[in-house]
Structures are given as structure tokens and as C-alpha cells.
């Protein structure tokens, strides 16, 4: 039996099972766990959460969910999916596509089997690089309607590009280059490390792609959320809920840092870590369980 390696798709296999699996995965994974990403973007960008007698729902995400729902409708942390869903499906087909041609160009096919976790972690900074380059617009898009939830995708797109020009959909591309990279790079070589481990015997397993996918989401999340933190500073700005003048101002990455430390002091940069972590270990899992069944299924069927 051919051994297949659980971050690529076979050598033989076609251009089109990557993208599928990359592209399913990359929905199943943004929209799964969007009211908890909606929460996070409140917390970073300074939108209070309150509940329905004009007080703070404090820190428990159950009573910030319950509070945004009573208070704006139960489909209100849900605003902003469809630009995920338009964005994330290319976007991911491109990331795991990117990915496998980056693996492959590096390491020799008679190696392909082994465990290579620099080349890994250079495919993986690639394939965020070109799929970022895709996302960053929609991401936007997504976040300003997490704070506007009357507005539309397309009216959202309209507003920004009226009122800020083209580069608004770009401010946060450096800064979410800056994060996913590291982010990618580990989560590639913490999720091979640990299937390498827990599952040497390669097999579809998942359970098993699921628990290493949480745990290499988990750790991820937690180191990058600083920069979190910044991006969401850069891609809200321009949002009408943005009140504070040096929030509103800032248009680069150090404006942006710089305006974090002195609205919030160092614990601005850690705003949201709860909801990140709370969102991403379960949606990294959802991901590579959604790509391993994918290919599985692709593999399988031959399709």
C-alpha cells in the first residue's frame, strides 16, 4: 500500500483533488466557528458587548453570545459569513495547492516520506503568502461587518472603497503576512511532528488529525495574538464603532502598535486571546480533518 504523507496529496495525485480538499477545508474551517471569531473582533477593536439593560456582558463568552443575540438578533454574530465563505474557499484552495507545489519543489521525491520540518515550514510560509495575498480583502470586508451588522458584503466592499480608497482592503496585508507566516510555519510542523508520533503508522485516522490539529491550533493562536491584535487595529479603522482618534489614524503597523499601547497599555495586545484560542483550536482541528477526509475521500473514489 502506497504511504501517503498527511500534510500532501499523493505525487500522482491531480491539481484539482488539492484544490477541493484545500477549498473544503477552508470553509468548513472559517465558518464553523464564526460567532466566537465575531466576538474576538469586538474585544480587539474596543466595541463593547453589552446586554440587553446597557451593561457590560463582561468576559464570559456565553453571556457576550447571549447579550449580542438578544440584543441584535440571533443571526447577528453570523453577519460577515458570506464574505468568509466567497473569500475562504480560493483562498484555502490556493494555500494547500501553494503548498504541495512548494513540498515537492524542495524535497526530493524518494524523500517525500520523511520528516522535514524546515522545508515543511518554508511550504507552509509560501502557501500563507499567496493565499493571504487572495484573503486579506474579504477578511476586511468580514470584520467591518462584524461591527456593522446592518451592512452587507457588497455594500461593506462599496463603503470602504468610497470612503478609503483600494489600499483599505490591504492596510493589514504586511501584519497578517507578519502573523500567518509564523502561524502557518508552526502549525505545519507542529500538527506533521505530532501525527509523526501519534500516528507512524500513517494511516487515516480522524480522531487522530483532528487532536493534532487543535493542539497545533492552540499553541498557534496563543503566540500570534499580539500581531491578532494589530491586524484587527488596521482592517476596522475605518468602521463608524472606532471612535478613539488614534485607533482611526493608525494605517501602518507601527501606528497601529503604537496606538495599542497607549489606548490599552500591554494588555491591549492580548485582547481577544480567550475567543482566538476558543475559535481556533477547534476550527485548525476542523480544517485538517475536513483536508484528511477530503483527500481521503478524492483518493479513494479517484475523483
Not at 148 to 162: F, Y
Not at 234 to 251: W, Y
Not at 255 to 281: C, D, E, N, Q, S
Request: hydrophobic letters at 40%; charged letters at 15%.
Amino acid at each position: 500500500m502506497e504511504e501517503i504523507d498527511y500534510e500532501a496529496l499523493p505525487a500522482t495525485s491531480p491539481l484539482r483533488h488539492q484544490l477541493l480538499a484545500g477549498a473544503f477545508a477552508g470553509i468548513m474551517e472559517h465558518s464553523v466557528m464564526f460567532p466566537i471569531d465575531a466576538i474576538k473582533t469586538r474585544i480587539q477593536s474596543g466595541a463593547g458587548i453589552v446586554n440587553g439593560a446597557g451593561k457590560s456582558a463582561g468576559s464570559n463568552l456565553l453571556k457576550q453570545i447571549a447579550a449580542i443575540s438578544t440584543t441584535e438578533g440571533s443571526m447577528a454574530l453570523w453577519k460577515g459569513v458570506q464574505s468568509v465563505i466567497l473569500g475562504a474557499g480560493p483562498a484555502h484552495a490556493v494555500y494547500f495547492g501553494t503548498y504541495e507545489a512548494c513540498k515537492r519543489a524542495l524535497i526530493p521525491e524518494d524523500q517525500m516520506f520523511s520528516y522535514q520540518p524546515l522545508k515543511t515550514a518554508i511550504s507552509g510560509a509560501a502557501a500563507t503568502t499567496a493565499s493571504d495575498a487572495l484573503m486579506n480583502p474579504f477578511d476586511t470586508i468580514k470584520q467591518r461587518m462584524q461591527l456593522r451588522p446592518e451592512h452587507g458584503v457588497w455594500r461593506t466592499a462599496a463603503r470602504i472603497q468610497q470612503t478609503e480608497g483600494f489600499r483599505a482592503f490591504y492596510y493589514s496585508y504586511p501584519t497578517t503576512l507578519a502573523m500567518n507566516i509564523p502561524f502557518t510555519a508552526l502549525n505545519f510542523v507542529i500538527y506533521e511532528s505530532s501525527t509523526n508520533f501519534l500516528n507512524p503508522s500513517h494511516t487515516y485516522n480522524p480522531f487522530i488529525h483532528c487532536i493534532c490539529g487543535g493542539l497545533s491550533g492552540t499553541l498557534c493562536a496563543a503566540i500570534t495574538t499580539p500581531l491578532d491584535c494589530i491586524k484587527t487595529t488596521l482592517q476596522v479603522r475605518g468602521s463608524s464603532t472606532v471612535t478613539h482618534t488614534e485607533l482611526r489614524e493608525a494605517d501602518t503597523f507601527a501606528r497601529a502598535t503604537r496606538a495599542l499601547f497607549h489606548v490599552y497599555g500591554w494588555r491591549g495586545f492580548w485582547r481577544g486571546l480567550k475567543p482566538r484560542i476558543v475559535a481556533t483550536m477547534p476550527a485548525t482541528a476542523i480544517s485538517w480533518t475536513a483536508y484528511e477526509c477530503a483527500k481521503h475521500f478524492l483518493i479513494n473514489t479517484n475523483v
